[in-house]
């Protein structure tokens, strides 16, 4: 691994990321069955979760969880994204309260675990999926290893993946300390939106919603997004059936028509999208 990246910062940062909430319960109705696979990560398995389109997919996603969370649990976003006509897959990562084990990992293996899952992910979509574009979508901790996938983070560790083309995040975990250093979004180059909220907070760790736009602010301009969602909360991509909910599952199904794959007429619709009242909504083009 990069010796930028010393374990007493990583410690730190992993150590904050496991106080980030779990989602609430109130899923909307779950898409069509899933189809669950083993997936192997260097010397272990874990589960893969894909979920299929009707018909041949436009693209791609590749969903990475929140702190101990699971696919399943986001099965009303899922459902949004694959009515679209996308396959999504989610491998659970070893901070999953369902992952076997998961006791046995601390905040530096949790990271660098994630990581391996989602570059293992990434291989097996290339392997299923051949010639289709691809998007990484995130929550919180997921977010966070989207915009590494997407670019971000050049100056702390190599997370780039080539294959991925756009990133949609939900809540990103803010800035944590050891992991988000100065710079760290200078290198995030794909288009990217963040989907956040005014009540977007976590106790002890993220005390101003703000630190979550910083991805898009701090970031080179061009086809970068961000909506703030008055009174949305950090787990506001898991309370189906509410305001908040729906306006933001609206935004990142904008955004995957726009980018997945490329479509002008599309693009200009996200970058003139009218927002609800009380909502702020921010376009940084070229």
Same mark, same amino acid.
């Given at each position: 691994?990069?010796?930028?990246?010393?374990? &007493?910062?990583?410690?730190?940062?992993?150590?904050?990321?496991?106080?980030?909430?779990?989602?609430?319960?109130?899923?909307?109705?779950?898409?069509?069955?899933?189809?669950?696979?083993?997936?192997? /990560?260097?010397?272990?398995?874990?589960?893969?979760?894909?979920? #299929?389109?009707?018909?041949?997919? &436009?693209?791609?996603?590749? +969903?990475?969880?929140?702190?101990?969370?699971?696919?399943?649990?986001?099965?009303?976003? /899922? *459902?949004?994204?694959?009515? !679209?006509?996308?396959?999504?897959?989610?491998?659970?990562?070893?901070?999953?309260? #369902? $992952?076997?084990?998961?006791?046995? +990992?601390?905040?530096?293996?949790?990271?660098?675990?994630?990581?391996?899952?989602? &570059?293992?992910?990434?291989?097996?979509?290339?392997?299923? +999926?051949? =010639?289709?574009?691809?998007?990484?979508?995130?929550?919180?901790?997921?977010?966070?290893? =989207?915009?590494?996938? =997407?670019?971000?983070?050049?100056?702390?560790?190599?997370?780039?993946?080539?294959?991925?083309?756009?990133?949609?995040?939900?809540?990103?975990?803010?800035?944590?300390?050891?992991?988000?250093?100065?710079?760290?979004?200078?290198?995030?180059? /794909?288009?990217?939106?963040?989907?956040?909220?005014?009540?977007?907070?976590?106790? *002890?760790?993220?005390? !101003?919603?703000?630190?979550?736009?910083?991805?898009?602010?701090?970031?080179?301009?061009?086809?970068? $997004?961000?909506? /703030?969602?008055?009174?949305?909360?950090?787990?506001?991509?898991? !309370?189906?059936?509410?305001?908040?909910?729906?306006?933001?599952?609206?935004?990142?199904?904008? +955004?995957?028509?726009?980018?997945?794959?490329?479509?002008?007429?599309?693009?200009?619709?996200?970058?003139?999208?009218?927002?609800?009242?009380?909502?702020?909504?921010?376009? &940084?083009?070229?």
């Amino acid at each position: 691994m990069n010796l930028l990246l010393d374990r &007493r910062a990583l410690l730190k940062g992993a150590a904050a990321l496991g106080g980030l909430a779990l989602l609430p319960s109130g899923l909307l109705a779950a898409p069509a069955a899933p189809e669950t696979i083993d997936l192997t /990560v260097g010397a272990r398995t874990t589960k893969l979760t894909i979920w #299929r389109p009707a018909a041949a997919p &436009r693209g791609v996603v590749l +969903f990475s969880t929140g702190f101990g969370g699971w696919p399943e649990r986001y099965e009303a976003i /899922v *459902g949004a994204v694959v009515a !679209d006509g996308y396959a999504v897959l989610a491998p659970l990562h070893v901070d999953s309260v #369902r $992952y076997p084990g998961n006791e046995k +990992f601390d905040g530096r293996a949790r990271f660098f675990e994630r990581v391996a899952d989602m &570059r293992a992910t990434s291989a097996h979509a290339a392997k299923t +999926f051949p =010639g289709i574009p691809v998007a990484v979508m995130g929550h919180s901790f997921g977010t966070l290893i =989207g915009l590494g996938m =997407g670019g971000a983070y050049a100056n702390l560790m190599p997370m780039r993946d080539p294959s991925v083309t756009a990133v949609l995040g939900f809540s990103s975990p803010g800035a944590v300390p050891g992991l988000v250093r100065p710079g760290a979004y200078a290198s995030l180059g /794909v288009p990217t939106i963040l989907v956040t909220g005014t009540k977007d907070l976590v106790q *002890g760790f993220v005390t !101003d919603p703000a630190d979550h736009l910083q991805p898009i602010e701090q970031s080179p301009a061009g086809d970068k $997004y961000a909506l /703030v969602i008055q009174d949305g909360s950090h787990g506001l991509i898991g !309370d189906a059936g509410t305001g908040p909910f729906t306006r933001a599952q609206l935004a990142a199904r904008r +955004f995957l028509a726009a980018y997945l794959p490329p479509n002008a007429a599309a693009k200009t619709a996200l970058a003139q999208m009218t927002v609800a009242p009380g909502d702020r909504y921010i376009v &940084r083009e070229g």
